[in-house]
């Protein structure tokens, strides 16, 4: 049974990071991915990985300030988020290819 926990979620300040971690089982043959749904938005895309951490992909809202890493050792993925802005939040989900989500992180960006 695949297993997706997400974990790191929370209330930070503007400008402020934060990073989300994401256990899953069966996890170092497949590409990992972010998504997130802000209220009343449909589920966007926000960072992939491929299987042995070569091939990054982002959003443009999130280039240059979200870092996608995997340990394939500990089974999970990072999400480092840094400067971060009100319109990041959302919750935040892991995804496993090719059709299995974790149940969410809720980030919130407020001062």
């Known amino acids: 049974q695949v297993q997706l926990v997400e974990s790191g979620g929370g209330l930070v300040q503007p400008g402020g990071s934060l990073r989300l971690s994401c256990a899953a089982s069966g996890f170092s043959s497949v590409t990992m991915s972010w998504y997130r749904q802000a209220p009343g938005k449909e589920r966007e895309f926000v960072a992939s990985?491929?299987?042995?951490?070569?091939?990054?992909n982002y959003a443009d809202s999130v280039k240059g300030r979200f870092t996608i890493s995997r340990d394939n050792a500990k089974n999970t993925v990072y999400l480092q988020m840094n400067s971060l802005k009100p319109e990041d939040t959302a919750v935040y989900y892991c995804k496993k290819y090719p059709i299995y989500w974790g149940q969410g992180t809720q980030v919130t960006v407020s001062s």
């Open positions: 990985i491929s299987s042995t951490g070569g091939i990054t």
